[in-house]
């Protein structure tokens, strides 16, 4: 636990993490794995060679912090204001460690490589791929990797059990910005202005509409606009209104199709009002897929741990999103939650994932640890 509570009170942002990847190199310091930090960004991949030759397998902890100031009564909680492992990450990091340093113990059973990849800019900053673009893949270990697997704690979900399944696991993520223009001038004689202000509030209600007709129900969209910002005072018709969202959807089709109707709808109603209109779509992260039989494989093993009533069904996907897809979407592999809901709350109600007031109970993490080691040496099993 000490690692993460070290990490814990020191929540670091983005891409540049120097003090989390020093503590990462620490812990790994005493173990006969080989080690490389990134060029362009401060990763840490660590590859323990097995006993035998075989294949390469690729466990994932990423290590970021999100921009909150915590407050949670913890007696470890962060020394830095406005940054705070509200994701888990933390114990991410030292659930990857702590296997590392099992699995090491374990090399005579494992033929082949074991990658241990520790990931800054998971939270909006294409970490995972920024590692792929360095190589992650192709020059760290002897031979391709040729599995993957990660865990993702929540509060949100009994402590101690672990939900994954195949297929969709986590939506894609893409931002939407639109800035609609007209001409500003006084409350009092709208006639001589153009007001962007109700075709903006036009393209939010299309937006919604559009989900619900347009998109199929099993195959699913979400389209929110979260923020909505025109105008400085009372009297006066604003000249822009800018709207800023996020689209989620479970295939690639449905995103390019809801992409290509968020910027027609804007476009169209904005015409409508005889109105200019910006529309920039940024792209986030893919769709998390799940490999079938990796996530089959996990759930089989996971089961023999700890009981198949610990590892309940996992009916539908969760519409967050996750930087894991990116490597997901060139090796078969899989990801899981770490249910870690702490004592005296309940997940429907604990604080969740990215709140400030957030608390997982540690008592989990022993059960990521070896979750991790029995897939990577299932894996790699020594014939």
Same mark, same amino acid.
């Not at 979900?157 to 894609?172: E, I, N």
């Not at 919604?208 to 129900?217: F, H, K, P, Y």
């Given at each position: 636990?000490?690692?993460?509570?070290?990490?814990?009170?020191?929540?670091?942002?983005?891409?540049?993490?120097?003090?989390?990847?020093?503590?990462?190199?620490?812990?790994?310091?005493?173990?006969?794995?080989?080690?490389?930090?990134?060029?362009?960004?401060?990763?840490?991949?660590?590859?323990?060679?097995?006993?035998?030759?075989?294949?390469?397998?690729?466990?994932?902890?990423?290590?970021?912090?999100?921009?909150?100031?915590?407050?949670?009564?913890?007696?470890?909680?962060?020394?830095?204001?406005?940054?705070?492992?509200?994701?888990?990450?933390?114990?991410?990091?030292?659930?990857?460690?702590?296997?590392?340093?099992?699995?090491?113990?374990?090399?005579?059973?494992?033929?082949?490589?074991?990658?241990?990849?520790?990931?800054?800019?998971?939270?909006?900053?294409? +970490?995972?791929?920024?590692? *792929?673009?360095? @190589?992650?893949?192709? %020059? $760290?270990? #002897?031979?391709? =990797?040729?599995?993957?697997?990660?865990?993702?704690?929540?509060?949100?979900?009994?402590?101690?059990?672990?939900?994954?399944?195949?297929?969709?696991?986590?939506?894609?993520?893409?931002?939407?910005?639109?800035?609609?223009?007209?001409?500003?001038?006084?409350?009092?004689?709208?006639?001589?202005?153009?007001?962007?202000?109700?075709?903006?509030?036009?393209?939010?209600?299309?937006?919604?509409?559009?989900?619900?007709?347009?998109?199929?129900?099993?195959?699913?969209?979400?389209?929110?606009?979260?923020?909505?910002?025109?105008?400085?005072?009372?009297?006066?018709?604003?000249?822009?209104?800018?709207?800023?969202?996020?689209?989620?959807?479970?295939?690639?089709?449905?995103?390019?199709?809801?992409?290509?109707?968020?910027?027609?709808?804007?476009?169209?109603?904005?015409?409508?009002?005889?109105? +200019?209109?910006?529309?920039? *779509?940024?792209? @986030?992260?893919?769709? %998390? $897929?799940? #490999?079938?039989? =990796?996530?089959?494989?996990?759930?089989?093993?996971?089961?023999?741990?700890?009981?198949?009533?610990?590892?309940?069904?996992?009916?539908?996907?969760?519409?967050?999103?996750?930087?894991?897809?990116?490597?997901?979407?060139?090796?078969?592999?899989?990801?899981?939650?770490?249910?870690?809901?702490?004592?005296?709350?309940?997940?429907?109600?604990?604080?969740?994932?990215?709140?400030?007031?957030?608390?997982?109970?540690?008592?989990?993490?022993?059960?990521?640890?070896?979750?991790?080691?029995?897939?990577?040496?299932?894996?790699?099993?020594?014939?």
């Amino acid at each position: 636990m000490d690692l993460r509570r070290r990490i814990h009170r020191r929540p670091e942002l983005g891409l540049q993490l120097p003090e989390t990847q020093a503590a990462i190199l620490s812990e790994l310091e005493d173990l006969d794995v080989d080690v490389r930090t990134g060029r362009e960004v401060s990763s840490v991949v660590a590859v323990l060679h097995g006993a035998a030759p075989g294949p390469t397998f690729l466990l994932r902890g990423d290590m970021d912090a999100l921009p909150l100031t915590e407050d949670s009564d913890l007696d470890f909680t962060s020394d830095i204001p406005g940054a705070m492992h509200a994701c888990g990450h933390d114990t991410h990091v030292a659930m990857l460690a702590s296997a590392a340093r099992l699995l090491a113990a374990r090399r005579q059973e494992i033929a082949g490589q074991v990658i241990f990849m520790f990931q800054p800019g998971e939270e909006g900053f294409h +970490g995972a791929r920024h590692m *792929l673009e360095e @190589g992650l893949l192709s %020059t $760290v270990a #002897d031979a391709p =990797v040729s599995g993957a697997f990660a865990l993702h704690i929540t509060s949100t979900f009994d402590s101690g059990t672990v939900h994954t399944r195949g297929g969709a696991f986590l939506a894609s993520e893409d931002r939407i910005e639109i800035t609609v223009s007209g001409r500003g001038g006084h409350a009092s004689a709208p006639h001589h202005a153009r007001d962007p202000i109700p075709a903006a509030c036009e393209i939010v209600q299309a937006l919604q509409v559009m989900v619900t007709r347009n998109v199929d129900v099993f195959d699913p969209a979400v389209v929110t606009i979260a923020s909505l910002v025109a105008g400085t005072t009372h009297n006066i018709i604003p000249p822009t209104a800018t709207l800023r969202g996020t689209m989620r959807t479970l295939s690639a089709e449905t995103r390019a199709a809801v992409r290509e109707s968020v910027k027609r709808i804007a476009e169209g109603v904005a015409a409508a009002h005889g109105l +200019g209109v910006t529309v920039n *779509l940024i792209a @986030g992260y893919p769709v %998390t $897929v799940n #490999d079938r039989t =990796v996530a089959a494989t996990v759930r089989d093993l996971a089961g023999g741990l700890l009981g198949p009533e610990r590892v309940p069904p996992m009916d539908f996907p969760i519409m967050g999103a996750e930087d894991w897809s990116y490597v997901l979407n060139e090796v078969p592999g899989a990801m899981a939650f770490l249910g870690a809901c702490p004592p005296g709350l309940e997940p429907d109600s604990a604080p969740p994932n990215h709140s400030n007031l957030v608390v997982f109970d540690e008592a989990a993490l022993p059960i990521g640890v070896a979750t991790y080691a029995a897939v990577a040496l299932d894996a790699l099993k020594r014939n």
